[in-house]
């Protein structure tokens, strides 16, 4: 896939000396929420508060950096392994069950949905019950660990799938190795804006939302936009969900060109 000449970072993101050596990169988790619309498959979207430390003002998905806590192998899991994941996404196992309880922690913070039930076979169907311990969450007051125990519930990993893996670029000072997942709301949810990381909140057609990138309605990263024109050409969730995937760890250069930072892909054709 190329990346459209439009498609510049914002000013700011790549410093006039980059690190000496590269910032190692950060796990993180980004979750693509989906439901079925009208007009085919919705993703959920956030625009970012302004003057956050990355990508501040960008629309994206849920999501952020791996917790130390999230490493907790205690939680009660439903569906595929650790083992499974960690070959998935080409890493050891601890990381994988970090990376996925990451996953399911930031989907509830940042939007309210949460991918855990009473049993293995079933999900709540209203997590506004748990808002003081989402509140606790994000102030890191609570791990997911604890707050699925106190409350008997079970993890599911089997409700998410693995969609790909980004590298922030070399020349920018905050990096991230993060893992995309795809998922849907669970059937009695509904996601919400209630987080102090997005300035909105709201449902989008992958294709509406680039037009509105396209006309300079919002900002997105490259990750962001080449996860949303391949989610354009799914007809339905549940196209989406079952799609076979390579996971190759996809690792940009930015280069400066026109007068702009432009990040290139790997076997991008020049």
């Known amino acids: 896939m190329r990346l459209p000449a439009e498609l510049t ?3 700011g993101m790549v410093p006039e000396r980059p690190p000496d050596p ?7 988790a980004t979750v693509v929420l989906l439901r079925d619309g009208p007009g085919g498959p919705e993703v959920f979207l956030q625009r970012r508060v302004r003057g956050m ?3 501040g003002g960008m629309t994206a998905f849920p999501g952020g950096g791996v917790d130390e806590r999230d490493s907790d192998t ?4 439903a569906g595929p392994s650790p083992g499974w994941w960690a070959t998935r996404f080409g890493c050891d196992e601890q990381r994988a069950r970090s990376l996925v309880c990451a996953a399911v922690r930031e989907t509830f913070e940042e939007s309210g949905v949460l991918l855990a039930g009473e049993t293995h076979e079933s999900v709540v169907s209203e997590a506004t019950r748990y808002a003081e311990e989402r509140r606790a969450l994000v102030a890191k007051e609570l791990s997911l660990a604890g707050m699925l125990a106190e409350h008997g519930l079970v993890l599911r990993a089997d409700l998410l799938r693995p969609w790909s893996n980004w590298v922030t670029p070399a020349v920018e000072p905050r990096r ?7 998922t849907s709301v669970p059937e009695g949810q509904r996601a919400d804006g209630f987080t102090g990381e997005a300035a909105e909140a709201y449902w989008r057609l992958p294709a509406e939302a680039l037009d ?5 309605e919002c900002g997105l990263l490259p990750p962001t936009w080449v996860t949303l024109t391949e989610l354009a050409g799914c007809s339905d969730v549940a196209g989406a969900l ?6 190759d760890k996809i690792i940009p250069k930015v280069v400066h060109r026109d007068g702009a930072w432009r990040v290139v892909l ?5």
């Open 9 to 11: 970072l914002p000013d």
């Open 22 to 28: 590269p910032a190692t990169p950060r796990d993180a």
């Open 53 to 55: 430390p990355f990508a």
């Open 74 to 77: 205690s939680i009660a899991w």
């Open 176 to 182: 991230y190795d993060t893992r995309f997942f795809l």
């Open 212 to 216: 509105d990138w396209r006309s300079g």
């Open 242 to 247: 079952t799609a076979d995937r390579e996971l």
């Open 266 to 270: 790997p076997r991008e054709d020049q």
